[in-house]
Structures are given as structure tokens and as C-alpha cells.
């Protein structure tokens, strides 16, 4: 007699025994750079369910704390390395121990492959197009984005359309930054590098810095002292609709007066730690095709 396994109809989700098993090594792969998608792939949907909805809470958990997307952060680079090398290695063992012969739809190649584009790629249409998320990692925008911050930047619109550094689409913009906005935009002296600053004049605009206040075509920009004491103070400032803090060292130096006049296309950033800040002053302005998005939402 054959005992060779047959499919009935109700098993419509397996197919022959005759079918190339699972491959350790590719499962393996797809541990580490996927996660619970490993255990699809080795044919057990349960394990994968709960290995995804552990990472989903792994991100709520920091969500919740208001440390969602550490991606720049170390520790949490560790800990995700660790994770892919826990799933890579248990599909593996799973894998080892199957001697049923069946491949559910899911484990094979087009099965997997539709789920991955399934959840990833809204994931990755989303970051490219919409929003992203960003890590603080320095001081300039201190009182307002202190560093370690985690802010998440509306890209719609604006024309330069990456994915991180990496430059993915660019088409003619349709929103422009205003006044008083905080913009990421890339860094004009090196483009793979992106910066936080807010825009303080645009097009047709004059800027002139001088006792360590700005001046907007020739009218002075509204502020209110919120707080001093021996080293620095804080001012409100109030420039078009936006309101927000800036920080003034008291025992650092003035910088250099300057004026400048912006030309079509281009925008005048600056730091909130105005004494404590790399912008425009020093390097000059943004052009208009550089600018990423703008500032939607603080986790602090």
C-alpha cells in the first residue's frame, strides 16, 4: 500500500509531502531580519502571531513611556539584534523537529512574500510619504526639543520624499514652510545629514541678528522673559502664529551682527538654543528642495 501523504480536499492549505522542506538556513535569515515572520515560514502561524504581537507590545511599551522609536538608540539596537537571533534560531529548532512533511500556503514563497508586502510596505509608504518618526540627538532646539527627544515629522507635500538619509522620490513641492515652524531639512554642507531647526524668515524676508536677538525686516521679534537666573533665561517669543521658548547664555559672547536678505527659494533657520546652536549664522540658508517636513508631534 502507499502511505505516501495525500491531500484531501478539506487540506486545500498543504500541499504534496513530495515538496522541498523548509530550509534552516533561510529561516535563519528571516529571523533575524524579520522576526516572527521566521515562523511562518516554518509553518507554525500561532508562534508567529505571538512573536509579532510580543514586538508590537515591545513598541508600545516604549510608546507608552514616550520612548518609541529608540532606532538610533544603542540598547535598543542590542535588544532587537537579540530578538531576531531568539526567532531565528527557534524556527530553526522547529524546522528540525518537523517530520509531518506539510507546507501550509503560508510557509511557501508567494504565501510569505504577500503577507510581508501585506504589513511592511504600508509601513514603508507611510515613513516615505507621510510621517516619520526622528531622534533628538544634540541641543541646539533646547528648551523646546530637549536631546533625546522623539518627534514625528509630517512630510506630505514638501517634495523630498526619503527614507532617513536616503533619498527615495522627489517631486515639486506643494507646502512650504512658514514662519516660526520647526523643519527638518538636510543639511546643506552635507545632504546625508538631517537637521531640526526652525525657520525664522523665507522668501522676500530680511534677517538681521545682532545683541543676541533677531530682527525680521526690521521690526525686532516679539519676547517675554519667563525665567532667569545666573547662567541663561528664557525668553517667549511669538513670530507669525507660532509661540515658543528660546534660551539665551548670559555669559557667552555675542555673536557677529549680520544681516541677511532671503532670495526665492530659500529659507533662514535657527536653533532655540541661540547661543548654543550651528545654523544659518554660521552655514548660510536652506534651500527650498532641501527641506524634508515639518515638524507634527513631541514625545518627551
Known amino acids: 500500500m502507499n502511505d505516501m501523504y495525500a491531500p484531501s480536499k478539506s487540506e486545500g492549505s498543504y500541499s504534496e509531502s513530495s515538496v522541498k522542506p523548509a530550509n534552516k538556513f533561510v529561516a535563519f535569515i528571516i529571523g533575524m531580519l524579520l522576526g516572527g515572520f521566521a515562523f511562518l515560514y516554518a509553518g507554525n502561524y500561532k508562534l508567529a502571531m505571538l512573536y509579532m504581537l510580543l514586538g508590537v507590545l515591545w513598541i508600545s511599551g516604549f510608546y507608552a513611556d514616550s520612548l518609541i522609536f529608540l532606532s538610533q538608540n544603542d540598547f535598543y539596537q542590542?535588544?532587537?539584534?537579540?530578538?531576531?537571533?531568539?526567532?531565528?534560531?527557534h524556527a530553526c529548532f522547529i524546522i528540525n523537529n518537523d517530520k509531518s512533511g506539510k507546507r501550509a500556503w503560508y510557509s511557501r514563497w508567494y504565501g510569505l512574500s504577500s503577507i510581508v508586502a501585506i504589513i511592511i510596505?504600508?509601513?514603508?509608504?507611510?515613513?516615505?510619504f507621510f510621517f516619520e518618526p526622528f531622534n533628538i540627538p544634540s541641543g541646539s532646539m533646547i528648551p523646546t526639543l530637549p536631546v533625546g527627544s522623539q518627534v514625528i515629522v509630517q512630510k506630505?507635500?514638501?517634495?523630498?520624499?526619503?527614507?532617513?538619509?536616503v533619498g527615495i522620490l522627489k517631486t515639486k513641492p506643494s507646502r512650504f514652510p512658514e514662519r516660526g515652524?520647526?523643519?527638518?531639512?538636510?543639511?546643506?554642507?552635507?545632504?546625508?545629514?538631517?537637521y531640526i531647526q526652525r525657520v525664522i524668515g523665507g522668501p522676500g524676508d530680511?534677517?538681521?541678528?545682532?545683541?543676541k536677538q533677531y530682527f525680521l525686516n526690521g521690526k525686532g521679534i516679539s519676547k517675554t522673559l519667563v525665567n532667569?537666573?545666573?547662567?541663561?533665561?528664557?525668553?517667549?517669543?511669538?513670530?507669525?502664529?507660532?509661540?515658543?521658548?528660546t534660551k539665551i547664555w548670559l555669559r557667552r559672547k555675542a555673536r557677529e551682527e549680520k544681516e541677511w536678505s532671503i532670495p526665492e527659494g530659500y529659507y533662514f533657520v535657527s536653533g532655540d538654543n541661540r547661543d548654543n546652536s550651528r545654523d544659518s549664522r554660521a552655514w548660510g540658508l536652506v534651500?527650498?528642495?532641501?527641506?524634508?517636513?515639518?515638524?507634527?508631534h513631541v514625545f518627551y
Open 78 to 89: 542590542y535588544l532587537n539584534i537579540v530578538f531576531g537571533l531568539w526567532c531565528a534560531v
Open 121 to 128: 510596505v504600508p509601513m514603508f509608504i507611510v515613513r516615505v
Open 156 to 165: 506630505n507635500g514638501y517634495g523630498n520624499y526619503r527614507y532617513g538619509s
Open 181 to 194: 515652524e520647526v523643519i527638518v531639512f538636510q543639511y546643506p554642507e552635507n545632504n546625508d545629514v538631517l
Open 206 to 211: 530680511t534677517v538681521e541678528y545682532k545683541n
Open 228 to 245: 532667569m537666573n545666573d547662567e541663561f533665561a528664557i525668553y517667549r517669543e511669538v513670530l507669525d502664529k507660532e509661540e515658543y521658548e
Open 287 to 296: 534651500p527650498e528642495e532641501n527641506v524634508v517636513g515639518r515638524l507634527f
